[in-house]
């Protein structure tokens, strides 16, 4: 299968259930890189995912209409932000995350939005080195927004160990539409 075969289009209410079942998916793989703190399951409320489904801030990739991975747009103080992304396991590697990625920023450019942010693991590949190929960079914590403060303290609270976390920024004003590094690929 390759990046051309994988249809993204927005998510439906219905898509819950795979949605959730591939982000416990992907706890595994945290767990394996050294983060027992991903094993207890926290993810999208169903209230949240229908409601971000029916304004249009949900993108499915579906292979074949088998929904494989999902993206989700939140709002983080007055920033747009990636609130969640997962790509079942089995169909990692192959774009597929590349592909929702191109579609939350494409979101943003659409929406007229300044910036694009989220926040993420600073110690796994697939984390803030992949996000970097896209053009986001690592927001220091003196330059934290009150809400990224209000995040951090909530992840923290939650159980996340946020030594190994940054928050991260996609600047949308300047610049390829996906960054220097993507856009070279
Ligand atoms: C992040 C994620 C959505 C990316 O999805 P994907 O479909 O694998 O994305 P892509 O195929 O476009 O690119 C992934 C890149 O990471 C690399 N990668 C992934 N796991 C890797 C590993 N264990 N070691 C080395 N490289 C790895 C891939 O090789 C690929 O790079 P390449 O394009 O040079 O081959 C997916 O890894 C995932 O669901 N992870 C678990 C949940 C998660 O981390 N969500 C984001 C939280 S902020």
């Given amino acids: 299968m390759t990046e051309d075969e994988v249809a993204i289009r927005p998510a439906l209410p219905s898509d ?31 209230a949240e995912f229908s409601a971000a489904a029916n304004n249009g801030r949900l993108a499915v ?7 494989v991975g999902w993206v989700y747009l939140a709002t983080e103080g007055d920033e747009l932000a990636i609130g969640q992304m997962s790509v079942d ?3 990692q590697g192959r774009g597929i ?39 986001f960079e690592t927001v220091e914590p003196a330059e934290w ?3 990224m403060q209000h995040t951090t303290s909530e992840q923290t609270a939650a159980g996340l160990d946020w030594s190994t976390r940054v928050h991260m920024r996609r600047r949308l004003t300047t610049g390829p539409a996906y960054g220097a590094g993507e856009a070279a690929r």
């Fill in 89 to 91: 396991p089995g169909f």
């Fill in 97 to 135: 995350g590349a592909s929702l990625l191109r579609w939350a920023i494409e979101q943003a450019l659409v929406a007229g939005e300044q910036t694009l942010v989220l926040n993420t693991q600073s110690d796994v590949v697939w984390n803030k080195p992949w996000y970097e190929r896209f053009g």
């Fill in 61 to 67: 990739a579906a292979d074949q209409g088998v929904v």
């Fill in 16 to 46: 819950f259930n795979v949605c959730v079942a591939i982000d416990v998916a992907t706890e595994a793989q945290f767990v394996e890189a050294g983060h027992p703190e991903f094993a207890d399951g926290g993810t999208i409320a169903c």
């Fill in 145 to 147: 927004t009150v809400a």
